[in-house]
């Protein structure tokens, strides 16, 4: 390798670096869940309040499902070594596509590593050129990725924007498109915010166009039995992407469910599930399980969603601008992008867990620590918090 190429990579670290981007990972110890361990400069901090987890059944540490995967390594194996169509095809990889579909009321669906895979499997083998593919613009950065690889014409709307979307519509549809398919998250990550799902249905079938949904916030608590962000307005879209990696388990995985055609022709062409390895079984038994547990009662979304609330009432009480919303991620907003990272970093100190997030994450002067509740954490830990927050706002000068 040369000098001259090392010194390059060099220089555009140390511009991270000097433009306040450079992400520094801490070093968690302990499982994940609710309380954690955290060690960073060889210091250990011990039952840290953990906020930014996507845990939000908190699943995460399960007993039933750390069971499931033990017990898979006597029964199933450790690996797959080879891709599902070669020799890496299970009996439990069909029954948790079965399992998944029937959850979400598609006809099938299909396994890939994680949902980065499954939004860069999705469009090449379903939209050629003479399509059209609508695209929110807060849209996950693997649905970008996804899109950018079929040959599809690209348009886009702003966030939620319904007239923007009804004019990219008419647009693809004055062109010539053969096909439309909108593609949007369920919920948008940074903000919390909710698709406009029954805006968005409605535009479709006016302009005869699929709709595609992300809803990896969503899938497994929000709606009816956890059914996702369709269910939770009572519409019906055409395909759905999402991850085991969230909550259900939060340790890998992503899925693509459809109907029966469109998953079959994924199976054939969709390149990350042609030419990667096959999900380990230790991961799909833990995700069985997982739909298990969501799909035997609310317990888990009553106790996330009673959080929520508490957590959302505790904040405002407190005087601190949220943005408002019914989600578990609970937007503190704070503008300035030095003053969420100095907030956090006075929580962390206070033994609460938190991100930061500035610009180019969210736009500039929108600065905010994103909480994120979920179902692991307890009154005791919410109050703990609330205190933390209150001491790091007067610290800060957040609050007066
Ligand atoms: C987390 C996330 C992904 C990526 O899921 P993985 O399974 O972790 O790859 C994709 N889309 C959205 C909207 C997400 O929030």
Known sequence: MTKRFLDQIRETLTQIDAD????????????????????QNGKTRENVVNLCANNYLGLADNAD????AKDSYDAQGYGMASVR???????????????????????????????????GAVFEPLLGPEDAV????????????????????RFRYANSNMGELEDRLKEAREGGARHIMIATDGVFSMDGYLAKLPEITAL?????????IDDCHATGFMGPQGRGMPAHFGVDVDILTGTLGKALGGAIGGYIAGPQPVIDLLRQRARPYLFSNS??????????????????????????FENTAYWRAGLTDLGFDLLQGEHPIVPVMLGDARLS?????????????????????????????????????TRADLDFALDAFAEAGRKTGVLS
Not at 86 to 106: S, V
Not at 204 to 212: G, M, Q, R, S, T
């Open 20 to 39: 306040g981007l450079m992400k520094r990972e801490r070093l968690i110890t302990s499982p994940q869940g609710g309380r954690i361990t955290v060690s």
């Open 279 to 304: 999900l380990p079984p230790a991961v799909v038994m833990a995700g069985l399980k997982a739909l298990d547990l969501v799909e035997a009662g609310d317990d888990l979304r009553q106790q996330l």
């Open 204 to 212: 479709a079938e006016k302009y005869e166009a699929l709709v595609l």
């Open 341 to 377: 990272q100095d907030m956090a970093a006075a929580l962390f100190d206070l033994g609460v867990y938190v991100a930061g997030f500035f610009f180019p994450v969210v736009p500039k002067g929108r600065a905010r620590i994103r909480t994120q509740m979920n179902a692991a954490l």
């Open 65 to 68: 499902l750390i069971k499931a």
């Open 134 to 153: 609508i695209s929110d613009s807060l849209n996950h950065a693997s649905i970008i990725d996804g899109i950018r690889l079929c040959k599809a014409r």
């Open 85 to 119: 169509f070669i020799c890496g095809t299970k009996d439990i990889h069909r029954q948790l596509e079965q399992r998944l579909a029937g959850f979400l009321g598609k006809d099938d669906s299909i396994l890939f590593a994680a949902c980065f895979d499954a939004n």
